[in-house]
């Protein structure tokens, strides 16, 4: 089992910043990637970013080059940093884990943090 839990969620105004936060306990050692997907009122769940065990990160490409995905795994965490946020990019945002291993290959959730962008 993997626990998630999120933080750094908020109100923000256009051309603003966030940085969200992931922290991961329990079997970690069976986690191979970890990203953020977001969703917006009747939109469907959306990949916001990746990263792998291995370190490689993939972003859709509405948040190429705004959005940075990173690590320490001596915290176990994974890091969102937003910039230049717009309105658009407001939904709540949920931390993914997946996890394989000889005998199980899982996905586990956080809880969400809305992210607001309005003036």
């Known amino acids: 089992q993997v626990q998630l839990v999120e933080s750094g969620g908020g109100l923000v105004q256009p051309g603003g910043s966030l940085r969200l936060s992931c922290a991961a306990s329990?079997?970690?050692?069976?986690?191979?990637?970890m990203g953020w997907y977001r969703q917006a009122p009747g939109k469907e769940r959306e990949l916001v970013a990746l990263?792998?065990?291995?370190?490689?990160?993939n972003y859709a490409n509405s948040m190429k080059g705004r959005f940075t995905i990173s690590r320490d795994n001596a915290k176990n965490t994974v890091y969102l940093q937003m910039n230049s946020l717009k309105p658009e990019d407001t939904a709540v945002y949920y931390c993914?884990?997946?996890?394989?291993?000889?005998?199980?290959?899982?996905?586990?959730w956080g809880q969400g943090t809305q992210v607001t962008v309005s003036s």
């Open positions: 993914n884990a997946q996890s394989s291993s000889y005998y199980s290959n899982r996905n586990y």
């Open positions: 329990g079997s970690i050692f069976t986690i191979k990637a």
């Open positions: 990263i792998t065990s291995g370190g490689i990160t």
